[in-house]
Each structure stands twice: as structure tokens, then as C-alpha cells.
């Protein structure tokens, strides 16, 4: 049996992206849509209820354009809202904390894990828990680097500024002796070349793309939801928003092959509406 519905992915930027060249490496006959909540980038420091409503607002789109899964590509958007969207929507849902934190607790040796994110990932502690799940006497050192998002949005990522507040944010981790890091937001493996200068081969470093990738394949298989591979792939792009700068850092992951980019109204994203989830 085959499903040939795209798979929805959404993120407030261009981090998501990231997940989103993972997803088509490793699902090549999977249609894909992704949401950029450009207008109201950036999710990390917003109140969880207004980020909640948001994801919320682009799964109920996603929903609209006959998405047959949605995978949350944003850190901050799956703390905030993954186990109320669970509730709402009767698709599957795949957030990127789970599938990070159990390639962290695989990865270290020294039982040492650090965590650079957003303020509102570190805040929700979502990933202390999905680690000591998994392994109570794992150690975590969890560090806010807010700054690198913006710098990572507006093409910055190989900039002195970003190596600045890197060298910022790792410093503690560092003196931790972390030997295992997660890039806890999804804009940062956009930085993993300087990340890798300055921890050298200290530590293993963690992004979640690949692991919520092969997560979203097994969904799929178990749930009878793979596309076949007789399957031509369509890609589409949705932000709110201006797409110019977007556009530019997509092009650097994806080159020629950028799907086309269309904008939605912004009043489709964190409108009220009578009760908050109704789906
Ligand atoms: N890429 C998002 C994440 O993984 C966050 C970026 C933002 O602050 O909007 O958390």
C-alpha cells in the first residue's frame, strides 16, 4: 500500500530546514510541505501559550493541505506544544526533542551531556527529562544561547559575532567536560563548522535531524504511510512573512533545488479564536 500525501514540516525560520534535507535524504520518494513562521520569528523567547497557539494555527493549515504526518522541525515549537498537538489532531506528530536526547544518551561515554537552545527549550527542561528518562545518572548542563538564532536567520553563521557567542555559550559546557553536546535548536547544525573549531574532538555533537528522520520513516512504515517508490516527489515551501532573507540561507542548503517559496497572510498563524486547540 502506498500513501503519496507530503509529509508537513514546519519551524519559525529556516532551522527546520535542516530536518528537512534529512527527511528527503533519507525518505527520497516522500513529498514534503514546509511552514517558516517568518512573521513571527523568533519563538525562543516568546511565552509557550502564544508559541502553542502558533504550531497549533500551521498544523491545522498543514491539516488543511492533506498532510498525512507532521514533524514539529523546531525545538522551541515541540516543547511548547507536541503533547497538546497529540491531543488535537488524530495524525501522527514528531517532535525533534525525544529523537535528540536518546542519540545523546547513545553517544556519551562520560555520562556528561550539555544542551545549547532557545531560552524557552532550556526553560520547559523537556530536555533533562527526555534524557533522565532514558538514563537517570546521565549529567546535563543545559546553556540559552539566544543570540546564535538571529545571527544564523540573517546569514551570519560563519561571522565573528557568531564565533563570539558561541565561544559564550560553550564555555561552561566546556569547563563541564561535557563529552556529548546537543545542538538543541534546529538552527544550530547551520553553525556546526565553528561549533566544531572551538569543542576540537572533545565531543560527540548531537543534532536531532537524523534521528527524527529515521523516526519519521518508521512511523510511516508502521502505519502503512510510506509513499512507494514508484513516487515522483513534490516539495513546497510556505512562510508568512518576507521570504527575501529566507530565501538566501535556503538557497545555501539547498542550492538549485529549492522548492518554490509562496506566502501565506500572517493572520493565519496566532489569530484568537474561541478556544484555544479547537482543531
Ligand atoms: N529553530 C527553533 C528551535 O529549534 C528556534 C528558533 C526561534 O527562536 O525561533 O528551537
Same mark, same amino acid.
Given at each position: 500500500?502506498?500513501?503519496?500525501?507530503?509529509?508537513?514540516?514546519?519551524?519559525?525560520?529556516?532551522?527546520?530546514?535542516?530536518?528537512?534535507?534529512?527527511?528527503?535524504? *533519507?525518505?527520497?520518494?516522500?513529498?514534503?510541505?514546509?511552514?517558516?513562521?517568518?512573521?513571527?520569528?523568533?519563538?525562543?523567547?516568546?511565552? *509557550?501559550?502564544?508559541?502553542?497557539?502558533?504550531?497549533?494555527?500551521?498544523?491545522?493549515?498543514?491539516?488543511?493541505?492533506?498532510?498525512?504526518?507532521?514533524?514539529?522541525?523546531?525545538?522551541?515549537?515541540?516543547?511548547?506544544?507536541?503533547?497538546?498537538?497529540?491531543?488535537?489532531?488524530?495524525?501522527?506528530?514528531?517532535?525533534?526533542?525525544?529523537?535528540?536526547?536518546?542519540?545523546?544518551?547513545?553517544?556519551?561515554?562520560?555520562?556528561?551531556?550539555?544542551?545549547?537552545?532557545?531560552?524557552?527549550?532550556?526553560?520547559?527542561?523537556?530536555?533533562?527529562?527526555?534524557?533522565?528518562?532514558?538514563?537517570?545518572?546521565?549529567?546535563?548542563?543545559?546553556?540559552?544561547?539566544?543570540?546564535?538564532?538571529?545571527?544564523?536567520?540573517?546569514?551570519?553563521?560563519?561571522?565573528?559575532?557568531?564565533?563570539?557567542?558561541?565561544?559564550?555559550?560553550?564555555?561552561?559546557?566546556?569547563?563541564?567536560?561535557?563529552?556529548?553536546?546537543?545542538?538543541?535548536?534546529?538552527?544550530?547544525?547551520?553553525?556546526?563548522?565553528?561549533?566544531?573549531?572551538?569543542?576540537?574532538?572533545?565531543?560527540?555533537?548531537?543534532?536531532?535531524?537524523?534521528?527524527?528522520? *529515521?523516526?519519521?520513516?518508521?512511523?510511516?512504515?508502521?502505519?502503512?504511510?510510506?509513499?512507494?517508490?514508484?513516487?515522483?516527489?513534490?516539495?513546497?515551501?510556505?512562510?508568512?512573512?518576507?521570504?527575501?532573507?529566507?530565501?538566501?540561507?535556503?538557497?545555501?542548503?539547498?542550492?538549485?533545488?529549492?522548492?518554490?517559496?509562496?506566502?501565506?497572510?500572517?493572520?493565519?498563524?496566532? *489569530?484568537?479564536?474561541?478556544?484555544?486547540?479547537?482543531?
Amino acid at each position: 500500500m502506498s500513501d503519496p500525501r507530503p509529509v508537513g514540516v514546519f519551524d519559525s525560520g529556516v532551522g527546520g530546514l535542516t530536518v528537512l534535507r534529512e527527511l528527503q535524504r *533519507q525518505l527520497p520518494h516522500e513529498s514534503t510541505i514546509y511552514f517558516a513562521d517568518l512573521a513571527h520569528f523568533p519563538y525562543g523567547p516568546r511565552y *509557550q501559550a502564544e508559541v502553542r497557539q502558533f504550531a497549533l494555527d500551521i498544523i491545522r493549515f498543514l491539516q488543511k493541505l492533506d498532510v498525512k504526518l507532521v514533524v514539529i522541525a523546531c525545538n522551541t515549537a515541540t516543547a511548547a506544544a507536541l503533547n497538546t498537538a497529540r491531543e488535537v489532531f488524530d495524525i501522527p506528530i514528531i517532535g525533534v526533542i525525544t529523537p535528540g536526547a536518546q542519540a545523546a544518551v547513545e553517544a556519551t561515554r562520560n555520562r556528561r551531556v550539555g544542551v545549547i537552545s532557545t531560552e524557552g527549550t532550556m526553560h520547559s527542561g523537556e530536555y533533562l527529562h527526555a534524557i533522565r528518562e532514558a538514563n537517570p545518572t546521565i549529567g546535563v548542563l543545559p546553556k540559552a544561547a539566544p543570540d546564535l538564532v538571529d545571527l544564523v536567520e540573517s546569514g551570519k553563521a560563519q561571522s565573528p559575532e557568531a564565533e563570539a557567542a558561541l565561544r559564550h555559550a560553550l564555555k561552561d559546557i566546556i569547563e563541564y567536560q561535557a563529552d556529548t553536546l546537543i545542538l538543541g535548536c534546529t538552527h544550530y547544525p547551520l553553525l556546526r563548522p565553528l561549533i566544531s573549531k572551538i569543542t576540537g574532538d572533545r565531543m560527540t555533537i548531537v543534532d536531532s535531524a537524523e534521528t527524527t528522520a *529515521q523516526k519519521t520513516g518508521r512511523v510511516l512504515d508502521r502505519n502503512g504511510l510510506g509513499s512507494s517508490d514508484a513516487e515522483t516527489p513534490i516539495h513546497q515551501i510556505y512562510v508568512t512573512g518576507s521570504p527575501e532573507r529566507f530565501t538566501e540561507v535556503a538557497r545555501v542548503l539547498f542550492g538549485e533545488d529549492l522548492p518554490p517559496i509562496r506566502s501565506v497572510p500572517v493572520e493565519l498563524v496566532g *489569530q484568537p479564536r474561541g478556544r484555544e486547540g479547537a482543531a
